[in-house]
């Protein structure tokens, strides 16, 4: 299957092709599948285990920011990102997560390896770091987020890199 995808890749009808597959996708069959899933998420489950729901919340935001905010913080990468409170947002935007979460936790609860409340604990985690991580970061840079000049900080720095 690959290899004939690769033979047919340069011909003008594929591209089309695979460019209304992709709008179907993305438009249509993504969001019905979040859609279906959020259906399915147990709120009094997590109502009823707010404190393994904050400890995931910790633990993405733990294994997902904190590894980008310490790139950024201890090493050169040239994003222009100087001020700590740039630094902490940007780790905060890569922590927020939810659509992994949703397509993991949905093949293990239909493969029997975790049960429903712990399927929705986490989507509802991921959910919260969808919400909370964005608002809590563009919160941290203040002025410069309104203004625009962290970003245009690291657009200049992107420019100049070698």
Do not use: C, K
Request: without cysteine; hydrophobic residues 55%; glycine residues 10%.
């Amino acid at each position: 299957m690959w290899s004939g995808g690769a033979a047919l890749r340069g011909s003008r009808p594929l591209a089309e092709l695979i460019d209304v597959v992709s709008r179907s996708g993305f438009s249509f069959l993504i969001p019905v599948f979040f859609v279906t899933s959020g259906m399915g998420l147990d709120i009094s489950a997590v109502g009823s285990n707010i404190w393994l729901l904050l400890g995931f919340v910790a633990a993405i935001a733990l294994v997902r920011g904190v590894p980008v905010w310490l790139r950024e913080r201890f090493s050169r990468t040239e994003s222009g990102l100087g001020a700590p409170r740039d630094q902490v947002a940007l780790g905060l935007y890569s922590a927020a997560g939810l659509p992994i979460i949703v397509a993991v936790t949905e093949l293990a609860t239909r493969s029997g390896l975790i049960e429903d409340t712990l399927a929705s604990v986490l989507v509802a985690a991921g959910a919260v770091t969808v919400l909370l991580f964005p608002l809590i970061a563009s919160l941290l840079r203040g002025a410069d987020a309104q203004n625009g000049q962290a970003p245009a900080r690291a657009a200049s720095a992107a420019q100049h890199t070698p």
